[in-house]
């Protein structure tokens, strides 16, 4: 199994009214992602808002994540950008936070080829003896790396032990997960996919919802490892409107609001995201009751 665990947090970025990164907040909040059952933490990744944090501010936040979280769960820091070379800047200056890992997310807007997409994250990798995660989300980052690609970075470079896999495609997770080697494992990026993936050989989710429901998810997750299928998929069916509703608007906004509706404050969201609309956050509540 993964040393990342099985339901690791795509974490959001707490900001006070300022915008600022909250160091307060953001030790409440890695509090209540331990203790509601998170194996492992992702920092400035999508859900953080990394597009809008500054190098800097990744650097610090990683730095202040890894001091409260002491060792208890993994670290993992997104380090990745559509830059090669500013990608390997980050990543080695994430080294020295003390980070337990990296995710590198493909490359947006500029469109690489699969041979572009191989030479981009094996040139990275090559950089740090970390364990590397790659992301995949070809709804965010237009193009869509073939599940040929993921297999022959698996087998080519060492440190390249995992993939967080946001296409929701089964076929490719099953031909990426039947095509790699036995240590390399495979996270649905989608909290809906969770128990799908896992059906067919995941090892569990780079989670948004574990925010929320994290102790119901860890739930779900250990019924389906101990074989009670029944159990699992009644939980998935239970959840599946928390997994769906907390995309009604760009990701991280409805989550933040539903944190602050469960008393857990990380402030708003950077532009060129937007608060939610009342209606939106009406919706919001009614998935909470």
């Known amino acids: 199994m993964a040393t990342f665990g099985r339901l690791l947090t795509a974490m959001v970025t707490p900001f006070d009214d300022e915008l600022r990164v909250d160091r307060a907040k953001t030790e409440a909040l890695v509090e209540h992602l331990i203790a509601t059952g998170s194996t492992a933490l992702v920092v400035a990744g999508t859900t953080g808002e990394s597009p809008t ?27 990745g950008s ?3 070379a500013a990608s390997i800047e980050m990543t080695q200056k994430a080294v020295e936070t003390g980070v337990d890992g990296i995710m590198l997310v493909v490359p947006y807007y500029n469109k690489p080829s699969q041979e572009g997409l191989y030479q981009h994250f094996k ?24 599940a040929e690609t993921t297999i ?5 470079v060492k440190n390249i032990v995992a993939i967080k ?20 494992v495979l996270y649905t990026g989608d909290d809906k996919m969770t128990l799908p993936c896992m059906s067919i050989g995941g090892a569990g989710v780079v989670s948004v919802a574990s925010h929320l429901i994290g102790n119901e998810m860890t739930e779900m ?13 009644g939980l998935h069916r239970k959840l599946l409107p928390v997994f769906e509703g907390i995309f009604i608007a760009a990701n991280p906004t409805p989550v933040k609001a539903a944190l602050a509706l469960q008393g ?21 509540k009614s998935l909470l009751v």
Do not use: C, W
Request: aromatic fraction near 6%; hydrophobic fraction near 40%.
């Open 123 to 146: 040139t990275i990798a090559e950089t740090t003896a970390l364990p590397v995660m790659l992301y995949n989300i070809p709804g965010r980052s237009v193009i869509n790396m073939a």
């Open 264 to 284: 857990i404050d990380t402030g708003s969201v950077r532009l060129p995201l937007v608060p939610l609309t009342d209606r939106e956050n009406d919706f919001i």
């Open 82 to 84: 559509n830059s090669t």
């Open 165 to 184: 896999e946001a296409s929701s495609d089964l076929s490719q997770m099953s031909f990426i997960i039947d095509g790699t080697p036995d240590d390399f």
């Open 221 to 233: 997750i250990a019924a389906f490892t101990d074989g009670n299928v029944a159990k699992a998929s």
């Open 152 to 156: 022959r970075l698996a087998n080519d």
């Open 53 to 79: 944090l500054t190098g800097q501010e990744k650097i610090e936040l990683f730095r202040h994540v890894v001091e409260i979280v002491n060792g208890r769960i993994p670290v993992i820091a997104g380090t």
